[in-house]
């Protein structure tokens, strides 16, 4: 069996993901078989797996660290918002049920079996596999039926480190707080702690290491300065996007929905320098300088729809494409651009439809199946490859259907209008494809560069994992693992 030990952050949005990659670099580049682990994750950015599934991207990019194809048994349950008060619960990648936040709270105990399976799927096949937490093991009255913090730990005998963000302030309080206030029991669990996303003179922080030391008796692993290039990986969290990103002539607004889903669609356009991305936020009116508004998958279509109508954008988009400017809808931005949506058995609410942006002459249908699958083909324009992943319910069809843009896994995918200024499809993850990139923003006028966008991934993991190396103690952290017993 492998060693593990698990991540866990003083609270949320504190940098484990990040961490998590960069340790599971550089233990690979010591010659170590590593895997990632998330117990329980939330996010509406998921990655599709090669076994079928989905789980949380921040996971897949995990694995990409270790060099290994992302697998559901990485993060087997994830929750997907689609209210404020409930979400979809994937377990071991494919939809179990829905349910309200109450509700989950007395189901997720019944989940630790599936979750402990695919923890052990894992150490049996690695030397070390580095878990990451989520959200705060502070959150004290989350503990009971705890899936995801330390009745994750506790179930699979994990030991526990623990990052503070000196960032947002009081990371003494943030950490010594979490030492206070835990059980015992968890408290024993910690065996370190780190500060992240640090700025200025470490030095000045010295007696704050001291004190928190003092106070807690963990070993200090070391503080982590801000890592600038984070924003070349794609992010977990929506509220992780810069609002706008590049400086770039062309520019592509994206209109930041409520349930926007699969948004790292859009970090291969960052990445350009030709090319600035502003995220639209509720309240603001699309820019009238775009040139490209793209409108990004949705966990709720319809529901997506009604509020993209609420912030008046629908005029907005109405006036950019009298103006011959260009609109992409990826997978539920593509079945809002359509005329209608029919949602006959109330899969995302009330059965009933809805009027769609009426820019495509096409219809969609939900259907209870969802596509989940890696895909690959070409441009039809260019003839340039493109790989990407379909994760999404409904099926569109309709006169611009037969004039497709894309050919995927032999079969016409996507539709465009007669002037293909405005088109949509199923595809995420197409702009990651180079030569597809640059035909297509080359076609509606930008400017490209000759930029490779996985290298640039890979380049980035390992630059995390010399700046992981610098900074933290990396062979105290391999000594403070355990071996697992499960």
């Given at each position: 069996m492998a060693k593990s030990i698990m991540i866990q952050g003083a609270g949320s949005n504190v940098g484990k993901s990040l961490i998590v990659a960069g340790l599971c670099r550089a233990f690979v580049r010591r010659?170590?078989?590593?895997?990632?682990?998330?117990?329980?994750?939330?996010?509406?950015?998921?990655?599709?797996?090669?076994?079928g599934g989905e789980i949380g991207r921040a996971q897949a990019l995990q694995a990409r660290a270790c060099q290994v194809a992302a697998h559901t048994d990485m993060n087997p349950v994830l929750l997907k918002p689609e209210t404020d008060t409930g979400a979809q619960v994937i377990v071991h990648g494919k939809r179990l049920t829905t349910a309200r936040a109450r509700d989950y709270g007395s189901m997720k105990s019944t989940l630790m079996p599936a979750v402990l399976e695919s923890f052990g799927r894992l150490c049996a096949h690695a030397d070390i596999v580095v878990v990451e937490g989520a959200g705060s093991p502070a959150e004290t009255n989350l503990r009971a039926g705890d899936i995801a913090n330390m009745g994750f730990a506790e179930a699979a005998d994990v030991p526990v480190l623990l990052i503070g963000d000196i960032d947002r302030g009081g990371v003494i309080a943030q950490l010594v707080g979490t030492h206070v206030i835990l059980d015992r029991a968890d408290e024993a669990r910690i065996k370190g702690f780190m500060i992240n996303k640090f700025r200025g003179d470490r030095s000045l922080f010295d007696d704050g290491l001291v004190e928190i030391v003092e106070r807690t008796e963990w070993h200090s692993l070391g503080v982590l300065p801000w890592f600038a290039d984070a924003s070349k990986l794609p992010a977990e969290d929506a509220s992780d996007i810069s609002r706008i990103s590049g400086s770039g002539a062309f520019k592509v607004a994206v209109p930041q929905l409520s349930r926007i889903a699969n948004f790292d669609d859009l970090d291969p356009l960052k990445l350009e320098p030709g090319i600035t991305v502003e995220i639209v936020p509720p309240g603001h009116r699309l820019p009238a300088d775009a040139n490209l508004i793209l409108?990004?998958?949705?966990?709720?279509?319809?529901?997506?729809?009604?509020y993209f109508r609420k912030q008046g954008w629908e005029a907005d988009l109405q006036a950019h494409v009298r103006r011959g400017g260009h609109v992409l809808g990826i997978c539920g931005g593509y079945q809002m651009l359509g005329s209608r949506?029919?949602?006959?058995?109330?899969?995302?609410?009330?059965?009933?439809?809805?009027?769609?942006?009426?820019?495509?002459?096409?219809?969609?249908?939900?259907?209870?199946?969802?596509?989940?699958?890696?895909?690959?083909?070409?441009?039809?324009?260019?003839?340039?490859?493109?790989?990407?992943?379909?994760?999404?319910?409904?099926?569109?069809?309709?006169?611009?259907?037969?004039?497709?843009?894309?050919?995927?896994?032999?079969?016409?995918?996507?539709?465009?209008?007669?002037?293909?200024?405005?088109?949509?499809?199923?595809?995420?993850?197409?702009?990651?494809?180079?030569?597809?990139?640059?035909?297509?923003?080359?076609?509606?006028?930008?400017?490209?560069?000759?930029?490779?966008f996985e290298d640039e991934i890979e380049e980035t993991l390992d630059a995390l994992a010399d700046h992981i190396e610098e900074y933290?103690?990396?062979?105290?952290?391999?000594?403070?693992?355990e071996d697992i017993t499960l």
């Open positions: 010659g170590l078989k590593v895997l990632p682990f998330k117990p329980q994750n939330m996010s509406n950015n998921a990655a599709v797996t090669n076994d409108i990004p998958g949705s966990k709720s279509t319809i529901g997506d729809l009604t949506i029919e949602d006959p058995d109330g899969l995302e609410g009330r059965k009933g439809g809805v009027r769609g942006l009426g820019l495509l002459d096409v219809v969609t249908v939900m259907t209870p199946e969802k596509h989940l699958e890696e895909v690959t083909g070409f441009n039809i324009d260019s003839g340039a490859a493109v790989t990407g992943y379909e994760i999404h319910i409904g099926e569109t069809s309709g006169p611009d259907r037969m004039n497709p843009w894309l050919e995927i896994e032999g079969q016409p995918e996507g539709a465009q209008s007669p002037d293909g200024h405005i088109k949509g499809c199923y595809i995420h993850g197409l702009f990651s494809s180079d030569a597809f990139r640059q035909a297509f923003l080359q076609d509606i006028g930008a400017e490209t560069s000759d930029i490779s933290l103690d990396v062979g105290l952290i391999w000594d403070l693992a």
